[in-house]
Each structure stands twice: as structure tokens, then as C-alpha cells.
């Protein structure tokens, strides 16, 4: 089928490039980290038969001097 006289043909619009993240310094990641500040917590119980023999708790922060002053002004700690 021929095009009609006196249009030219449409142009084709961009294709949407793939996001593809960009590698970052390990220098890069562990200063984000430390100045957001990383909390983990977990448990562990350790039972034989239904009876729980060991229970192990963890919580931890990993942060900088800096942020976590931040965070304990922000959030005071409260002991029963």
C-alpha cells in the first residue's frame, strides 16, 4: 500500500531506556549506611522436646558517632 502523497512519515518515538543501577564505591555504601544508621534484631531459642533450653537476643546499631547522638536525642531511651 503506498503512503499518500504530501505526508511524510511519522517519526518514531524514543524507546524507553532499562534502568540499570550504577555501581557505587564500597567507600560509598558504607558512608550512606553510617549516616543513616543500620539497626539489627533478631532472636534465637534453641528447645528440645517444647522446652526452650537457650534463648539468645540481638539488637544492635551500626552507626556514626554523629547519627547516633542524633537518634538518642531524638528518641531517648526508656528502661522499665
Not at 13 to 31: G, I, S, Y
Amino acid at each position: 500500500m503506498a503512503e499518500p502523497r504530501g505526508l511524510a512519515p511519522q517519526p518514531q518515538a524514543p524507546q524507553p531506556q532499562a534502568l540499570v543501577p550504577q555501581p557505587q564505591a564500597l567507600v560509598d555504601v558504607l558512608d550512606r549506611l553510617l549516616d543513616t544508621g543500620v539497626v539489627l534484631d533478631g532472636q534465637l531459642v534453641i528447645s528440645v522436646a517444647g522446652v526452650d533450653l537457650v534463648h539468645v537476643g540481638l539488637r544492635a546499631l551500626l552507626a556514626s558517632v554523629e547519627t547516633a547522638a542524633r537518634l538518642a536525642q531524638v528518641r531517648p531511651e526508656t528502661r522499665p
